[in-house]
């Protein structure tokens, strides 16, 4: 491939490739000493419309340890602004001739659509609420490490699946590698549809949560829920947050993960996300590691190579 812009559409040993290469970075993830240089006089542009700490750095980080040149793009002083379009500023940026774009958008599709305009190979950094690939992968590696296997786990990914990108690429991916998949949270939640996803529906944590290997909370994304249905944090808590009560549906040894950034107290508590089953960390380490695998695949199909 070209590009990473989803998860929807690699086959399942592709997926199986990019986490036995994101395996094997893990060492040079954490040691810069140890860096692989298969990027040696690439540039890589990462052009966040959209907030991020952990997406960001961590793709800045993959990529030094590869060798490229990264330029972060600093999108709220450039002339985005100024009224640029997308389209008009990745056009812009591909006049400099990078070999790899990172791109985070609020819209979904808008990385395919700039993916088509430009000449570089794209990863999606996450598009509005359709897919966060790099997100999963990096899940799925940190799940393999503990479970062995990600075949027949019960996973239940609760919360705001309506506007989670985490939650759509994790379900595809899970769903490719053979997983259960259950998706948990208030009708209000769900996206319509969502059942032909290949996924349980369950609207109580009690039931969801029973038996599952893996709890996946997600946060409750106000910025797209444009006023209409925000729940009182109260009340979600109190049904939806995940605390010991809740958590001891799951199976003694499950495991939590949450993608961040959390808010403790409203989806999870804080005792549960700094607690011994909590895998939140972990999983932010691995984002570094996944990322190098992404990048070196595609660094396989740059041009001039
Ligand atoms: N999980 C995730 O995408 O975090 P950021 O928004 O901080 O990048």
């Known amino acids: 491939h070209r590009h990473l812009l989803g998860i929807e559409g690699l086959h399942p040993h592709e997926i199986l490739g990019l986490l036995d290469r994101a395996e094997e970075a893990v ?33 800045e980080l993959a990529g030094k340890r590869l060798g490229a040149d990264v330029m972060n793009m600093a999108v709220s002083q450039s002339s985005v602004k100024k009224g640029e379009t997308l389209i ?9 001739h990078p070999d790899l774009l990172v791109v985070r ?11 088509r305009k430009v000449g570089c190979s794209v990863v999606n950094a996450g598009d509005g609420p359709h897919e966060h690939p790099t997100q999963a992968l990096l899940d799925a590696l940190t799940i393999r490490r503990h479970k062995g296997k990600i075949a027949r786990l019960t996973v239940a990914i609760c919360g705001d699946i309506a506007h989670s990108r985490v939650a759509r690429s994790n379900i595809i991916l899970l769903n490719a590698l053979g997983a259960r998949v259950r998706v948990v949270a208030p009708t209000t939640l769900l996206p319509s549809g969502i059942a032909k996803m290949g996924v349980e529906v369950f609207t109580s944590m009690k039931e969801g949560l029973e038996g599952a290997d893996i709890v996946m909370m997600l946060r409750l994304q106000r910025e797209r829920m444009n006023g209409a249905f925000i729940p009182s944090v109260r009340e979600y808590y109190r049904y ?11 199976k003694e040894d499950a495991l939590v993960m949450h993608p961040g950034p959390m808010n403790r107290g409203v989806e999870i508590d804080a005792s549960i996300a700094d607690g011994a089953q909590s895998l939140i960390r972990e999983q932010v380490e691995m984002g570094v590691a996944v990322r190098m695998a992404v990048l070196e695949a595609l660094a396989a199909n740059l041009p001039n190579n």
């Open 88 to 96: 008009d500023t990745a056009a812009t940026l591909n006049a400099m």
């Open 27 to 59: 060492e040079v993830s954490r040691q810069i000493s140890k860096r692989r240089l298969v990027l040696q006089g690439r540039t890589q542009i990462n052009l966040f419309f959209e907030n991020s700490t952990r997406t960001q750095s961590s793709f």
């Open 105 to 115: 958008h609020h819209a979904a599709g808008a990385v395919h659509l700039l993916a």
């Open 240 to 250: 939806y947050g995940l605390d010991a009560e809740k958590l001891a549906y799951a």
